[in-house]
């Protein structure tokens, strides 16, 4: 009987859990939205949506444009990665200690 609820338990969360949403696109507003398929972003975004989901065997992989933006976004992102490491570092260091 246990066994039985957690079984059921498990599958239910497995159903419950929210998909991860796989095209980001903007409307007329400046509103950034994310949907999960291209065919449930409005008809005049379609063309604009990028994909935002995983790449890999199966799943379709960057494009050139976004590629080009990568490039440009993973030195910055290196950068503010470090220095928010050696804030919390300078931080913890600074700290009274207890």
């Known amino acids: ?3 039985l609820l957690v079984i059921a338990l498990g599958l239910g969360a497995v159903v419950a859990m929210p998909v991860a949403a796989q095209y980001r696109y903007t ?13 449930d972003v409005p008809e005049p975004y379609r063309d604009a949506a ?8 199966g799943k379709p992989g ?4 976004q ?3 990568k490039e440009r976004w993973d030195p ?8 928010r490491k050696a804030a919390e570092a300078e931080r913890l260091r600074m700290a009274p200690a207890r």
């Open 1 to 3: 009987m246990l066994r």
């Open 27 to 39: 409307n007329d507003k400046g509103v950034t939205k994310e949907a999960e398929y291209k065919v």
């Open 50 to 57: 990028v994909w935002i989901g995983p790449t890999g065997v």
């Open 62 to 65: 960057l494009s050139d444009d």
């Open 67 to 69: 590629r080009k933006i």
């Open 76 to 83: 910055v992102q290196k950068k503010a990665d470090d220095a």
